[in-house]
């Protein structure tokens, strides 16, 4: 079991606690197997994890709503753990919806091959998703892992990408190692934005429930009970990607995503997505899901861009 101490800043305790405590009771009703209480101006919470995770968020979105109406009703309460248990998803659910946002937005499949990256998720534990830019492929894959986590198939969600850029070259830039990695991963931190609010992936990136982290940060690992996305995966090479691939354990889901005609590594070596593919395309159990251009999902321009160019690379063949 696991504690949270949460702080309450600029607020009457009357008016959010309830008089004798009604709110907090009530929030402790809903979480029987969790301990809720509040000392001062202090909740403290104890229980597991993925309980402490939903009872953090509620308890943030009532001090957003007290500060923006200035009181907090049983009814508030009732209705902000109603929304928290609302974001289970089934599979099967209309409209092809993943998981609704950080803001209550709806996130699906937008296009054809998108919903094949969803089915073939479903039906296979690891799925290779090819695409140009823009695809959705990244930001659809995330939000089949934030789903996984936030229905409990997995306990954890790693994502990693070879932060090819950065070569041997760290040492030049500032800071500490996470701050040079970082800007490599700011993609995904980005997709996450969108789909968990800012406390949650807060605590859940300090408990390590969310894991981002380079490539390299995978060898010697076992990774039981989780959703691996290994991003970028075109600038991997065949050894690294061996690596990544027999890293899977347990109970776990695995997506690699990439963009084959976007390859960073050196003239001389090898892509080890693409060998990945050859090697592994009749094996069972494994899916194979490709995006074009027309699921690209960001400006109407991007798609013309990608088309462009595809034929001017065709041309000089």
Known sequence: MIEKTITLENVSLLDFLGIENKNINELAAA???SKIVSR???IFVKGETPEIIQITDILNSLIDHFHQFGKITEENVRGYISQERQEFVPDDSPEGIIIYGAKGSLIKAKT??????????????????????GTGKTFVSVALAVKALKNKVVK?????????????NLGFLPGDLKEKIDPYLRPIYDALND?????????????EVIEIAPLAYMRGRTLNNAFILLDE?????PMQMKMFLTRMGPDSKMIVTGDTSQIDLPPNQRSGLKEAVRILNQTKGIGFVELSERDVVRHKLVRDIIEAYGKAGTERA
């Open 31 to 33: 979480f029987p197997k």
């Open 40 to 42: 001062g101006n202090e």
């Open 112 to 133: 054809v091959n998108q919903q094949k990256l969803v089915q073939s998720v479903r039906e296979n534990d690891l799925v290779f998703a090819l695409g140009p830019a």
């Open 156 to 168: 954890k969600i790693i994502i990693t990408r070879p932060a090819v850029e950065a070569g041997e």
């Open 195 to 207: 789909m968990i609010s800012f406390e949650k992936l807060k605590f859940y990136m300090e408990r």
């Open 233 to 237: 995966a075109q600038n991997t090479t």
